[in-house]
């Protein structure tokens, strides 16, 4: 049973999303930081880069929410949470009940994320003193 994703739709669903975060979802989103371990404690073990980039994404978020690193555009902001918002929602295009095709689609919409915002991630990392080589 293959499952393919239609990158294209992905991206315009991820933009779209992107576009109407408020600050007030940027609250939310953090608000759910157990439910995001919880969930990146169910990937098996070979999606290991992934894991590291949600946790990237999030702690970005975070850093940006409490005033700790400002120096990004809002809109690497809003498509960092709206990349999260997809990844943590159990209703997507291909159900994360499924095991290990779940992922397939929250995996390319972190893909796509990190694409379009990948010189704002690396300024991060060089802010955190972090080891690009773990995200990219």
Same mark, same amino acid.
């Given at each position: 049973?293959?499952?393919?994703?239609?990158?294209?739709?992905?991206?315009?669903?991820?933009?779209?999303?992107?576009?109407?975060?408020?600050?007030?979802?940027?609250?939310?989103?953090?608000?759910?930081? @157990?439910?995001?371990?919880?969930?990146?404690?169910?990937?098996?073990?070979?999606? @290991?880069?992934?894991?590291?980039?949600?946790?990237?994404?999030?702690?970005?978020?975070?850093?940006?929410?409490?005033?700790?690193?400002?120096?990004?555009?809002?809109?690497?902001?809003?498509?960092?949470?709206?990349?999260?918002?997809?990844?943590?929602?159990?209703?997507?295009?291909?159900?994360?009940?499924?095991?290990?095709?779940?992922?397939?689609?929250?995996?390319?919409?972190?893909?796509?994320?990190?694409?379009?915002?990948?010189?704002?991630?690396?300024?991060?990392?060089?802010?955190?003193?972090?080891?690009?080589?773990?995200?990219?």
């Amino acid at each position: 049973m293959e499952h393919k994703v239609d990158e294209k739709k992905l991206d315009e669903h991820l933009q779209n999303e992107a576009k109407r975060v408020s600050e007030k979802d940027v609250g939310a989103l953090l608000g759910r930081a @157990q439910e995001l371990d919880e969930k990146l404690e169910s990937l098996p073990g070979r999606f @290991q880069k992934l894991f590291n980039q949600v946790k990237l994404l999030f702690g970005m978020i975070a850093d940006y929410w409490n005033g700790a690193y400002k120096d990004i555009p809002w809109y690497t902001i809003a498509m960092a949470v709206a990349a999260v918002v997809y990844f943590l929602s159990p209703v997507d295009l291909i159900p994360d009940v499924i095991p290990v095709i779940g992922y397939v689609d929250d995996a390319t919409v972190l893909l796509l994320t990190f694409k379009a915002i990948q010189e704002d991630l690396k300024a991060y990392c060089a802010f955190k003193g972090y080891e690009a080589a773990q995200y990219f």
